[in-house]
Structures are given as structure tokens and as C-alpha cells.
């Protein structure tokens, strides 16, 4: 079965860094794209970012451009999102999600709750 | 403000019909496809419409999707209580560069 599980969500100060990390079973990373996309208390979801099967390419929100790097390694088979100068503005869950080819979000993860206190 | 914009609530009495409508621009909804997700509070969003109107397996028939120029709408025949949940439309924009979702809609099943 394929299944997502994020870690790495937890309470920082603002101006710090986390990484958050998003294991991968059940399928291979090398087949596909990935996102992160976030939802902050109360609020709708926001895509944040994008990156490519072989990692070539990479997109990113404008709010989070500059701040966060999306990567993988295929070798643990699982995604990233390197956040730094964190802001107020960027807490809420995480979530990273599995691009089936045709740009629909097949499969979710659980979530990780990001924190940052101003 | 979401540039894809949907109402913030919608609300059907159970066996139903009720549309939730998705209005964007020529820059994402127009030339791209619509993609629709459903979100019970609490738990991660699921995947309802892709590619507009196709629907993913698993997902029941009453759940469709359509789109015309620069809007987008899901419709929900025969409403249970159970689809009661936020959804939210998505679609990718050229101009931006990014994936926009819908502000989201509140659904309820009166």
C-alpha cells in the first residue's frame, strides 16, 4: 500500500530553521513528482512547493521562495522541506503529497504541525 | 484573497443535488485542468476530480465535475450526511507559475 508519513514538525522560534521530512512506501520516489503543501490553523490549503521525479526541477510559492528548499533522496526514499527565517506567518500542518502524472494529488500524508512563535 | 475563488459555504438538505462553483482566470482555470479535494476536518484532504471531470477509483458516481471557460463546478447528486466536509478546487497558473487552490468551501448537509 502506499503510505506517506511526515515527521519533523515542532515548536521554533521565529528566524530559526526546521527540516521536515516525508518517508515513502509502497512506491518508488523515482516515478514521481512531489509537493508540500501547508494549512495554516483554520485556513485553506496552500501549495508550497514542487519538485520534479529526477529532482531537476523545482517550483516554489512566492511566500516561500528564497526560505525553503524542496529535495530528495531516493535512496531512503523520502522528501524534504529545509525551512529557514521562519515567520509567524508560516505555521500550520505540512502536508506532502504524491503527484500521480496527470497533476492530481493521489495520495496524502498525515501532517506535521510547524509552530513558530514570534 | 485565493485567486481561485469559491463560496465559503454551500448547504443541501440529505438526497440533494448542490453544486460548489470554482471561478478563476484564463491563466489557470481556462487552460489548465481542475482538480477537486475533499477535506472532513481533522484529516488530510482526498483526492474527488481530477483532469476537470474524471474520477479517481473509489469515488463514488454522485461526485462529478465540469468546467466551462473560466469556471469550475463540483456537483454532488443524492447529498449524505457523510459528505459533509470542506472542498477545495486547485489548478495550475501559467502567469504565476504556481498551483492555486480555492479559498474552500464549507459543505453542509442540513
Known amino acids: 500500500d502506499v503510505q506517506l508519513v511526515e515527521s519533523g514538525g515542532e515548536l521554533v522560534q521565529s528566524g530559526g530553521s526546521l527540516r521536515l521530512s516525508c518517508a515513502a512506501s509502497?512506491?518508488?520516489?523515482?516515478?514521481?513528482?512531489m509537493n508540500w503543501v501547508r494549512q495554516a490553523p483554520g485556513k485553506g490549503l496552500e501549495w508550497v512547493a514542487t519538485?520534479?521525479?529526477?529532482?531537476?526541477?523545482?517550483y516554489y510559492a512566492d511566500s516561500v521562495r528564497g526560505r525553503f528548499t524542496i529535495s530528495r533522496d531516493y535512496a531512503k526514499n523520502s522528501l524534504y522541506l529545509q525551512m529557514s527565517r521562519l515567520r509567524a506567518e508560516d505555521t500550520g500542518v505540512y502536508y506532502c503529497?504524491?503527484?500521480?502524472?496527470?497533476?492530481?494529488?493521489?495520495?496524502w500524508g498525515q501532517g506535521t504541525l510547524v509552530t513558530v512563535s514570534s | 484573497q485565493s485567486v481561485l475563488i469559491q463560496p465559503p459555504s454551500a448547504s443541501a438538505t440529505p438526497g440533494q443535488r448542490v453544486t460548489i462553483s470554482c471561478s478563476g482566470s484564463?491563466?489557470?482555470?481556462?487552460?489548465?485542468?481542475v482538480y477537486w479535494y475533499q477535506q472532513v476536518p481533522g484529516t488530510a484532504p482526498k483526492l474527488l476530480i481530477y483532469?476537470?471531470?474524471e474520477r479517481p477509483s473509489g469515488v463514488p458516481g454522485r461526485f462529478s465535475g465540469s468546467k466551462s471557460g473560466t469556471s469550475a463546478s463540483l456537483a454532488i447528486s443524492g447529498l449524505r450526511s457523510e459528505d459533509e466536509a470542506d472542498y477545495y478546487c486547485?489548478?495550475?497558473?501559467?502567469?504565476?507559475?504556481?498551483?492555486?487552490f480555492g479559498g474552500g468551501t464549507t459543505l453542509t448537509a442540513l
Open positions: 503529497a504524491r503527484d500521480d502524472s496527470t497533476g492530481a494529488f493521489d495520495y
Open positions: 509502497g512506491f518508488s520516489l523515482h516515478n514521481y513528482w
Open positions: 519538485i520534479k521525479q529526477d529532482g531537476s526541477d523545482k
Open positions: 484564463s491563466s489557470n482555470i481556462a487552460t489548465n485542468y
Open positions: 483532469r476537470n471531470n
Open positions: 486547485a489548478a495550475w497558473d501559467d502567469t504565476l507559475d504556481v498551483l492555486l
